[in-house]
């Protein structure tokens, strides 16, 4: 099973919005409706941000917000700050008992 | 409150093998499967496995197939993956997680760093 494709970095000034792409296959991202994203700060346990492609756990700003079309989800934030500043990680179920993570995307806040 | 607490670092030898704990506390520990994920330095998040612990049923990805176990016991409440043959590619944080029952890891432990060093 082949990670998830994220873009490397993205960038963004504060109170700006930015989104950060998760490209996969119709066995994993296209199949299910079981994408999730993880933010992760340096030294730190990742952070469940969005579930089931679009659904913020409780105590999660609403200015993170998920989408998916066909085989590509993505998250937005919107309203930056500086503490957004994370390393961003998608995730799919892909069958069988089985997940995926992507490649992870470095959001920096400029 | 959920907490996942794991055991602490490990140095091994190349071909040696590891086993991390997992201690869960804050909720049903027989409802929720768990998730072993590990992260090698500087790089990326990988899935490993999952492990139900009502019996022990586990899934695991295909690339540890063979060399990567994961049991549970229920009295304890503890979850422990064992990795073998290990190399200098193995050398990550290990993290234990809660599965979320959404397709998804929502408590996270803190992580265990394992090095594999001649």
């Known amino acids: 099973q082949s990670a998830l494709t994220q873009p490397a970095s993205v960038s963004g000034s504060p109170g700006q919005s930015i989104t950060i792409s998760c490209t996969g296959t119709s066995s994993d991202v296209g199949g299910y409706n079981y994408v999730s994203w993880y933010q992760q700060h340096p030294g730190k346990a990742p952070k469940l941000m969005i579930y089931d492609v679009s659904n913020r756990p409780s105590g999660v700003s609403n200015r993170f917000s998920g989408s998916k079309s066909g085989n590509t989800a993505s998250l937005t934030i919107s309203g930056l700050r500086a503490e957004d500043e994370a390393d961003y990680y998608c995730s799919s179920y892909t069958g069988s008992t089985t997940w995926v993570f992507g490649g992870g995307t470095k959001l920096t806040v400029l | ?118």
Request: aromatic share 12%.
């Open chain 2, 1 to 118: 409150q959920v907490q996942l607490v794991q055991s602490g670092a490990e140095v091994k030898k190349p071909g040696a093998s590891v086993k991390v704990s997992c201690k869960a506390s804050g909720y049903a520990f027989s409802t929720n499967n768990m998730h072993w994920v590990r992260q090698a330095p500087g790089q990326g998040l990988e899935w490993m496995g999952i492990v139900d612990p009502r019996g022990d049923s586990t899934n695991s990805a295909q690339k540890f197939q063979g060399r990567f176990s994961m049991t549970s016991d229920t009295s304890t409440n503890i979850v422990y993956m064992e990795l073998y043959s290990l190399t200098s590619e193995d050398t990550a944080v290990y993290y234990c997680g809660k599965d979320g029952q959404h397709y998804n890891v929502d408590y996270w432990g803190r992580g265990t760093l394992v090095t594999v060093s001649s």
